[in-house]
């Protein structure tokens, strides 16, 4: 399997649809999906690519490389709470200002230190 092919399955896994809604998504078929996915090194056309990636949310370069397109910020210490801020995201406005402030309290107190 390319790296390629593992960063797909799991940007996939990660937004949590089988291969064949996956597709759909794209708008390709779900035989399509399975040769980027498989161990035929296959890699899509330039503008699948930029569909697949738009559906993951993700660059087409980060598929193909592992690295993003002009990365001014170093995100990878950001994944780690990449289901934290989608459990965050779902929440109301005035749970999210009282969680704000008692994480800025707590980052206060760790910047003094």
């Keep these: 399997m390319t790296d390629f092919s593992k960063r797909l399955r799991s940007e996939i896994e990660y ?22 996915l498989g161990a035929q090194q296959s890699i899509p056309s330039a503008d699948v690519a930029v569909k697949i990636a738009a559906v993951l949310g993700v660059s087409v370069e980060y598929l193909v490389t592992g690295k993003e397109y002009k990365q ?20 109301p406005e005035e749970t ?5 402030v008692v994480i800025e309290a707590f980052a206060d107190s760790e910047r003094k230190k």
């Excluded at 937004?15 to 980027?36: C, D, H, M, P």
């Excluded at 001014?72 to 950001?78: F, N």
């Design 15 to 36: 937004i949590g649809l089988n291969q064949k809604e996956f597709a759909a998504k794209v708008g390709i078929s779900k035989r399509a999906l399975e040769t980027y």
């Design 96 to 100: 999210l200002e009282t969680i704000k």
């Design 72 to 91: 001014t910020v170093d995100i990878s210490k950001y994944l780690q709470f990449r289901d934290l801020l989608d459990n965050l995201a779902i929440l």
